[in-house]
């Protein structure tokens, strides 16, 4: 019996951990991240990627993430973007926010992005100052 895709399928509703060791034995780089983030081990989704040269769409498991665990998918969303070189573009990280309705979550992402204050992330900045206008006005 080999490792294989299909085999890690048959299990993965049995034992998720271990349909995730099959998965990473038969290099199945999309299924072995989709377990990773099932089974809440986001950190280790950004360290596999860059390992095996795989590039996930980062914004769709923050979706993802945010819908399960809003606090988790925050911290997610910090890996993506504190690199020198980030994994998403961090105007489609806020908008993934601003559909989630979290409002508190992004302005804490956001002060912390934006903590360099580059010119470059201006929009950021006004979108920031807009966003807790409208939804705490004085």
Do not use: W
């Amino acid at each position: 019996l080999e490792c294989s895709e299909q085999l890690g399928d048959l299990v993965k509703s049995i034992d998720p951990t271990l349909a995730l060791s099959v998965y990473l034995r038969a290099n199945i780089p999309m299924k072995v991240i989709q377990c990773f983030a099932e089974t809440g081990q986001y950190q280790k989704i950004v360290l596999y990627a860059k390992k095996v040269n795989f590039q996930p769409d980062y914004i769709y498991l923050l979706r993802s993430i945010m819908r399960i665990n809003p606090d988790q998918g925050v911290q997610f969303a910090q890996l993506l973007v504190q690199d020198s070189e980030p994994l998403a573009d961090l105007t489609q990280v806020v908008d993934v926010f601003v559909e989630q309705n979290l409002t508190q979550q992004c302005t804490a992402f956001l002060l912390d992005a934006l903590k360099n204050n580059r010119e470059d992330q201006g929009h950021l900045q006004t979108r920031l100052l807009e966003m807790n206008l409208m939804q705490a006005p004085q």
